[in-house]
């Protein structure tokens, strides 16, 4: 049985939970090593083009890896989609490679990174007021939201679209 929107949403606030430990204690690993840390102790400034390559690095890609890997395991499913007993699976049924699970972790992950692009691409450096560009990315990025959640709503399978993209599906 298709998993329902409330349930998918818990497990997804369990694992972002699961991810944020994760990757306050990578950073804490890294912050020796952090070119960033290291420019602002030597007052070079830092531009967003920088900060962005490193959360990339150091976060976009650990999540990547994580939601990839997880699914793609004997278990099928994340920490939180464990929890509450989910598991992903093709549409046919069967378990998803990695390389299907890699596309349906990169596909979720788009809004994560549109979010990332505008705030490290377009946010103001200052307290200035945010430009245009700003807003509209910001509403771009609460639409990229929208449409994956409404797409569990009124898909008969409950496919987001990482889902529909991957072939998949989200199953109780």
Same mark, same amino acid.
């Given at each position: 049985m298709p998993a329902d929107l409330g349930r998918r949403l818990i497990g997804y606030a369990i694992d972002c939970v699961v991810l944020f430990v994760g990757l306050l204690a990578l950073q804490a690993l890294l912050s020796p090593i952090n070119p960033i840390l290291g420019m602002l102790r030597h007052g070079a400034s830092v531009s967003g083009g920088q900060l962005h390559l490193w959360v990339v690095a150091t976060?976009?890609?650990? /999540?990547?890896?994580?939601?990839?890997?997880?699914?793609?395991?004997?278990?099928?499913?994340? +920490?939180?989609?464990?929890?509450?007993?989910?598991?992903?699976?093709?549409?046919?049924?069967s378990r998803l490679g990695f390389p299907r699970a890699l596309l349906?972790?990169?596909?979720?992950?788009v809004p994560f990174e549109a979010n990332h692009t505008l705030m490290f691409h377009f946010a103001p450096p200052t307290a200035a007021e945010p430009s245009a560009e700003f807003w509209i990315g910001l509403a771009a990025v609460?639409? !990229?939201?929208?449409? /994956? !959640? +409404?797409?569990? !709503? +009124?898909?008969?399978?409950?496919?987001?679209?990482?889902?529909?993209?991957?072939g998949t599906v989200v199953i109780r």
């Open positions: 976060a976009t890609v650990p /999540f990547l890896l994580y939601f990839a890997s997880t699914v793609s395991s004997r278990g099928q499913a994340t +920490v939180g989609m464990r929890i509450l007993r989910m598991r992903v699976e093709t549409v046919d049924g349906r972790s990169a596909v979720l992950l609460w639409v !990229l939201i929208a449409l /994956f !959640l +409404v797409s569990v !709503l +009124v898909s008969p399978k409950r496919q987001s679209v990482h889902d529909r993209v991957a």
